[in-house]
């Protein structure tokens, strides 16, 4: 179940979405969307407020059911399935939401650990180290363990729901807005911990942000959404010089100025 | 044949070999799925009692978290013991895993909770007793001060979510009332009947209907349907609005969080129960006649003229008097558990439980204690 049981044949994508659309009543969120996602890759997903980026993952991750279309990860149809099917595709990904979604009434480590228990047969002591090594994994003090989701202020929070989203040591990621309400300091951490992660496991992530920071840091591509469509596709410093008004004025606002002259520097 | 999908670890010889190094063979798929047998082994597993330990690790498949976590927890329980531990032909990227791993596992034992004893948990279940009866007492005192306020001030009294309340809690619950309190007549009228016939006191089901209906049912039971109903609804909303941070949010603002959210419930349900009260007499004495004249042959008419008789004035106002008791204690409490909740998805359903306990428990106390009062006015 591991990235390295199943190494990835060049080419065979990990997510592949054809033609998918989605509607509310009669408000288009996607119209005939394209993308792959390559394994051993970080994805992003970006664009404006409301553009269609959380429903999208929503609906790889079986959270919503789009009107037509075609979305293959790991190479299985997921539209249509039913809870039984997804099961074992949902023991390949991890999912951290925006707002954490720890479960309020147990602890950090009991979150992390209550899906090591679901899915394995592992001895309870062992099990409680590894909920350890995965809270430490992501920067987290290991007094945070014992602690309850409210006891923790915004940022431990997201590392303690990206803590449990690793719980399974999926080889899939999927990161909705991973550094959105943290400090810089913490939010490189994210940057940091991404890469560190896909370079030492292997893993494939997707990620949805707004963070022109941790979009030049950390992703190899990224799409651009808008207007229920993929704007375009590529690496960063393909996207930048793209001459779409809509993916210009995203990365050559003042912030985006800022995020590209800091990427410039470090270079 | 080795097993590919599962972890292996082989100790090749427990003599020690001349060169002095003991060679442990490290196989397979080291990942979650994989090493659950193979850590059921490592415990009873018998270590040659001494020299060096080289880990050949060319054979070992794939490796995650999990699998560098055990790896690295067996070596550095043989290194605790004074053994030279190496690690050999371990392919790069696993190495580096191995690393991060044992790079930020420095003490991850510390995380777990610290067990309480039996004598701690008396204590602090005492304690935390103690805090919530004063926290009730401080509660009312500042919802009796902030009441007392805006009736001094009646133009800033909130009268929109008044009535929503009143409707909320008093109009919606008519139905309900009704019928719950009919059917209590019905019953009572039942089971009186044949007892009164058999003294030839067929007329006295009135007053059995109209006194204990009137004077202790009614009242009662509203109160407790409104309880369940309407007292949980407040824990519940006041306590989803904690969790949200709703209510830091009301503060900020500058709103008072007892004149927003307290007063207006308390006054709407001081106002509705008491009405629903009249009501379920109502129900409760239609109940009754309707069974009086099937059983016992009273005409309604007769029913009524001896209801009049039967139940006085005082009786009558005694019952509806309880009403606006009730409702403080319904109103206080299911507010007052709402402000309690702390956090958690768990405690707003534990509050809303304790909510509604608490104030069918002191309605109860709060009625045998009006039975006492009213004995020694000799009402």
Known sequence: MSAALTPAQDGAAVIDIRELNTRFGSNVVHDNISLTVHPGEIFALVGGSGCGKSTLLRAIIMLLQPLSGSIRVFDREVIGLNDEQALPLRRRWGVMFERGALFSSLTVTENVAMVLREHTALSASLIDELAALKIALTGLPADAGPKYPSELSGGMRKRAALARAMALDAELLFLDEPTAGLDPLSASGIDELVRSLRDALGLTIMMVTHDLDLLWRAADRVAVMGEGHILGVGTMTELSRSEHPIIREYFHGPRGRAALEQAWKRK | ??????????????????????????????????????????????????????????????????????????????????????????????????????????????????????????????????????????????????????????????????????????????????????????????????????????????????????????????????????????????????????????????????????????????IALPLLTIWADVAGVFGGMLMARSKLDVAFNVFIERLGEAVSLSSYLTGIGKAPVFAAIIAMVGCYQGFQVSGSADSVGRKTTVSVVQSIFLVIVADALFSVVFNWLDL
């Open chain 2, 1 to 270: 044949m080795i097993d590919e999908r599962i972890a292996q670890l082989v100790v090749e010889s427990s003599a020690v070999p001349s060169t002095g190094t003991v060679d442990v063979r490290c196989s397979g798929a080291w990942t979650l799925q994989g090493i659950a047998t193979l850590e059921q082994r490592l415990k009873g597993l018998a270590w040659p009692g001494e020299g060096d330990l080289l880990f050949d690790s060319s054979a070992v498949s794939a490796l995650d978290t999990a699998g560098a976590w055990l790896l690295h927890r067996t070596v550095r329980a043989l290194e605790q013991r004074g053994r030279n531990v190496r690690i050999n032909a371990l392919r790069p990227e696993f190495s580096t895993l191995l690393q991060l791993i044992a790079s930020r596992s420095l003490m991850p034992e510390h995380a777990l909770a610290a067990k309480t004893g039996m004598l701690t948990k008396i204590g602090q279940r005492a304690w935390r007793g103690l805090i919530g009866l004063s926290g009730m007492l401080s509660f009312v005192g500042e919802s009796a001060y902030v009441l007392a306020h805006s009736l001094a001030q009646p133009q800033r009294i909130r009268w929109r979510p008044i009535l929503y309340n009143l409707q909320a809690a008093g109009f919606e619950a008519l139905p309900i009332v009704g019928l719950l309190s009919f059917l209590m007549g019905f019953v009572i009228a039942y089971q009186g009947a044949d007892q009164l016939h058999r003294f030839g006191a067929d007329i006295f089901i009135a007053d059995l209907v109209g006194l204990s209906m009137l004077r202790e049912l009614s009242p009662l039971l509203t109160a407790i349907i409104v309880a369940g109903r309407s007292g949980s609804a407040y824990a519940a909303q006041i306590g989803t609005m904690k969790v949200t941070e709703e209510i830091d949010a009301l503060r900020t603002i500058g709103i008072g969080q007892a004149e927003m959210l307290v007063l207006p419930k308390m006054l709407a349900l001081i």
